[in-house]
């Protein structure tokens, strides 16, 4: 008698919540699992953890795409074969009662969805020669699946309901993601307008008076125009990313960040912690020291509208990639102010500084809304200003998501319109996670495919997964972006 007690429980019009409690919120599969049992593509008086048949796939794929009412595995697996969803075997059967692979079930799930991509093939432990192995390499370029681990799939291993679960959740995901891209021609057409009023338009000297960094020591200072087009490139960059772009010049921030050029080149290094250079005074000094702490610094570059958008934007040399600080102090949402200098050395190298915050901001704890600040940015992306050499980041808000456990993060990159896929995980080494602070983004994401450019109408997607939030429950985040080509693009040099 109480075994039809729990049978009937289970069964009750609260089922699903009751029943979702056997798959824990941390769970990576929860969320898939919940949403295909409220569905009723997955019944929910079966186990979460059993090894399902090829039928039971059927019933799944039948319910989930609503192709009809069945009750039967044998049901299910007569119309899954009419959608040739199972092609069978050799001898001309079925195998409806039959454990299910793996490897058969990503060829079933390409069928199943009409899925096409080209990509390599992460996974070490799939035979070339194997039936299923392009169905395995398509499940990876939609990131349906990221394997067993970094490097295997487990082509032979049954699979649990709960995999069906997220098999089929995933899928349904990356489809919808195609089907209803944002509208890329608006955001192009936005970002081209902004171009048109913040593009850079002073080509005159740089100087308003002339800095020295040799032992008579000069402050100097730079054009009004020429700030107005740095303050006017740096909310057009931080436009692009979706991040406030009402960034003002401080007359302040330009005399700190001016001594700070004229200190570092005077001793002909970059450097946060400067020494003080030979017969220096004191003010001179302390003004560049506090501004080296506290901006973003370059040298050997034209100008300071260069070395924004090309050096400090790219920060994709060996020492600044796995942190990309440089950049993310260009697109903190927290900036809303800036100053800017430059000098030469004796050598006529040129010495940029931009001052991004002062030495009492750093010290408050912020907060922002944006769920995550990309570069490339979100939907739409000129391609002028994101070439080859640049690593793709992805800063995650830190209130949301939990940078702990970051072990399990995995990064699958598609460009949509050639289907290629490059793959990156902190255990092949070709992808960082950095959980330092510049400007409140403190939990980025790095990563950079070798390819030889952007195209303009290429689409990427951008899919994180292993990500957890606060609650412990494991999520996914995506994010996808169009290469567009601006119009009337001219830098000075």
């Not at 195609?178 to 740089?206: C, E, K, M, N």
């Not at 950079?448 to 290429?458: E, F, I, L, M, W």
Request: net charge positive; aromatic share 12%; hydrophobic share 40%.
């Amino acid at each position: 008698m109480q075994g039809i007690i729990c049978t009937l429980l289970l069964w009750s019009g609260s089922s699903s919540a009751a029943f979702a409690h056997n798959v824990p919120p941390n769970n990576p599969h929860y969320g898939a699992y919940t949403e295909l049992v409220a569905r009723g593509a997955v019944a929910p008086n079966r186990l979460p953890y059993e090894a399902v048949t090829r039928g039971e796939v059927a019933m799944m794929l039948v319910r989930a795409k609503q192709l009809g009412e069945v009750t039967t595995p044998q049901q299910a697996m007569d119309i899954a074969i009419a959608h040739q969803f199972f092609t069978g075997y050799a001898d001309g059967s079925y195998g409806t009662h039959d454990a299910i692979t793996r490897a058969q079930m990503a060829t079933v799930i390409v069928r199943a969805y009409g899925l096409q991509a080209r990509s390599t093939m992460p996974a070490h432990d799939v035979a070339m020669d194997s039936t299923h192995y392009d169905a395995i390499r398509i499940l990876y370029a939609y990131a349906i699946t990221t394997g067993t681990s970094a490097t295997t799939f487990s082509p032979n291993a049954p699979v649990q309901r709960v995999e069906v679960a997220s098999f089929i959740y995933r899928t349904e995901q990356a489809l919808s993601a195609l089907s209803s891209s944002p509208h890329v021609t608006a955001r192009a057409t936005v970002i081209q307008q902004a171009w048109f009023d913040w593009r850079p338009q002073y080509r005159g000297a740089p100087f308003a008076t002339l800095p020295n960094t040799t032992p008579s020591y000069r402050l100097g200072s730079l054009q009004q125009p020429l700030l107005t087009d740095a303050r006017n490139l740096t909310n057009f960059l931080r436009f692009i990313a979706s991040v406030p772009s009402n960034v003002r010049v401080s007359n302040t921030y330009n005399m700190y960040a001016q001594a700070t050029a004229v200190v570092n080149a005077a001793n002909q290094s970059i450097t946060h912690t400067p020494a003080k250079p030979y017969n220096m005074s004191p003010s001179l000094f302390e003004q560049g020291r506090s501004g080296s702490a506290t901006s973003n610094l370059a040298r050997k570059i034209p100008n300071v509208l260069v070395a924004m958008a090309y050096g400090f934007m790219n920060d994709g040399d060996a020492q600044n990639m796995s942190h990309v600080g440089h950049r993310l102090w260009m697109l903190s949402p927290f900036v809303d102010e800036v100053g800017f200098g430059q000098a030469l050395d004796t050598n006529g190298d040129m010495y940029v500084a931009m001052r991004v915050t002062d030495e009492q901001k750093q010290k408050q704890q912020r907060q922002y809304r944006e769920e995550a600040v990309t570069w490339p940015g979100k939907v739409a992306m000129p391609t002028q200003f994101f070439t080859a050499t640049f690593p793709w980041s992805v800063s995650l808000n830190p209130h949301l998501y939990s940078k702990q456990n970051v072990e399990h993060i995995r990064v699958i990159l598609t460009n949509e319109t050639t289907k290629e896929a490059w793959f990156f995980s902190q255990q092949q080494q070709n992808l960082s996670v950095s959980r330092h602070d510049y400007g409140g983004l403190s939990f980025s994401i790095i990563f950079r495919p070798n390819v030889k450019q952007y195209t303009a109408g290429h689409t990427y997607r951008v899919t994180i997964t292993g990500l957890q939030m606060h609650t412990g429950q494991y999520t996914t985040y995506q994010y996808a972006t169009t290469f567009f080509d601006l119009a009337g693009y001219s830098f000075p040099q």
